[in-house]
């Protein structure tokens, strides 16, 4: 049979054929071997045997045959493997000397009833796998094509080489080591982030516009390849090899195609430090750098006391103008600790601008930059380019029992580091049924849950025993809180799921979600939170990189596995491999 053409139009043509050359039809050999008196009822048993036995080789066939492009050799290699085996079984059956007992002919259509059962579940199983890699393909070579629909619906104003450039990238070309440009290899332009708005958002109100927004563009580093160059996040189908994306170890570097104009500041309430501050980067910055500088209403009243400061500033009267900062602001200044950087998140339901948060609280997990040294870091931030660390946020809608097809209408709460469903003051267990997708995965009965993204891993969840997770790793957390229960693991679910936490109906008391430590919602039983990754995450500029900036804030922020060393059997000190502590690079700033 040649290779590449269906199994199932050779194999029935060819099996009859064979028999009929080798040995005659099993029945009429059975009944030549059986010519005794003894009446035979197994030989029309064993003639059915048979017929269902071909009739299961034509379904294996048609479910074997079901249409896919890749991997067609290993595909027929598999169909000629199981019809050859049954046809083995066919010639076993010609061959095998049977004695004339009813015996033998009902043990005899038991094994060959076990034969054609194993060949059946051997093709159904490969037609899965076969029915699910075709799928991959169709979701695969659908993506490809959205996604050169939108770059070149993006890049209207690239040159012809730019938009040669992006066919032989999206052509699955190796490309040449040029990041330069509209649209690289080896990035995405922030032409695409501004084009986006906030849904429902009124252009016409921000007649506050301050200018064009700059542009940057941001890239994968790849470590190791200091070209820049590096294979493309796809798996292969085409060659039947499916190679791992390299996006997960990658920095991204931030670099600005035009000069940022426009700064955010976002300051921590009640402090002194971080009030007259806030007016010396003000006053530097317009002076300086000539930039235009927003901050929160409140800030204008209170923090920036003499007229002269007020004046330098500008800010925002509704909740509309709100809306569009992220179609003014360049850049985020924030001045506090992680509060301030939630705080900051929060003010932006869709795109955010870039992050450079200056530590002005005691831990700062988020907030890098050393307040002391603004004017090099603003500096390097502004001259750029810059590592920066992706922060995914969790989208968190609350779906009322009394309105479960409706989702609310404000939309959805975004949070940076976690949504907590606990017991509120109620001194009842919190009982909460959990689904991922479709699938249950637990009842909860206890505290509550945490449900957090990679950066909320080192605040709330890791004092419920939660992992400490690197903030570009793609996970969410699902940690319970005082379970009341000895095998509670917490879990990291992939970013792609959908998480569903439904209090039951018979729940003995009420629940409470809150969102990033703050507003807190009563869920009542048949409540429901829905909750997935946003597609907004929130950049902040890193010191170093995201790893260093992460290694450096367990280590300084939460001393993170510090003990005295043991010392050598001579009584030295033992070398240590690796970075203590006091040998973390320092800023470089
Ligand atoms: N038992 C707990 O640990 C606990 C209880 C309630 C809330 N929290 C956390 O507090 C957060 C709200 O922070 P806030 O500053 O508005 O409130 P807050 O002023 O009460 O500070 C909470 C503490 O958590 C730290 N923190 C916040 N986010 C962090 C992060 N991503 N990594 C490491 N530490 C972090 C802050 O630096 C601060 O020290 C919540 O999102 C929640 O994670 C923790
Ligand atoms: N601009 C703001 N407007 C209103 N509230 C804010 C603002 N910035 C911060 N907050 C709130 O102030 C609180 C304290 O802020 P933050 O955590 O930054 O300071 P901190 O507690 O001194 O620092 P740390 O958390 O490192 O100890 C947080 O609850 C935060 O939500």
Known sequence: MPLGEPAHAHAHEELPSREATRSPPPDSRLRSLNPGPIPIPAAPSSRSLVEKVSDQRVNLDAIVSHPSENGSISTVSSTVSSVESERASYEFLAQTPIKSTDAHLVEFSEAMRTVAKALRQVAEGKAAAQAEAAEWKRKYELETERKQERKMKDCGSCTDDDLGKLARQLTLETPASDQAGCCGNHGICSHEVLQDEVPG??????????GRKASFRLSWGCNGNKNGQHKHDFVSFEKGDI???????????????SRPQTVLFITKPNSNSVRDLCAEM??????????????EPWVSKELLT???DRNLVQTWD??????????????????????????AASL???????????????LGFMTPFPSEKYRDCLDNVLKGPFSITLRNRLQCYVIRDAAKDELEPEGPILVLNEVTIDRGISSYLTQLECYCDSSFVTFVQGDGLIISTTSGSTAYSLAAGGSMVHPQVPGILFTPICPHSLSFRPLILPESVTLRIQVPYNSRGHAWASFDGKDRKQLAPGDALICSISPWPVPTACLMDSTTDFLRSIHEGLHWNLRKTQQAF???????DGAALTDLPSAGI
Do not use: C
Request: glycine share 8%; net charge positive; proline share 6%.
């Open 318 to 343: 509704n909740d509309e103008e709100a809306k569009m900062l992220h179609t003014k602001v360049d850049l985020i200044v924030t001045l506090g600790g992680d509060g301030t950087v939630l705080w």
């Open 348 to 362: 932006f339901k869709g795109p955010v601008p870039p992050v450079v948060a200056f530590a002005m609280g005691s």
């Open 282 to 295: 003000v006053r530097w910055l317009k002076g300086h750098k000539n930039m235009n500088v927003f901050v």
């Open 243 to 257: 190679t791992t994306a390299e996006r997960s170890n990658k920095q991204i570097l931030l670099k600005w195609e």
């Open 306 to 308: 003499q007229d002269t």
């Open 570 to 576: 001579d009584g030295s000190a033992p070398s240590v």
């Open 201 to 210: 958002s009124n252009p016409r109100s921000s007649h506050k516009m301050v």
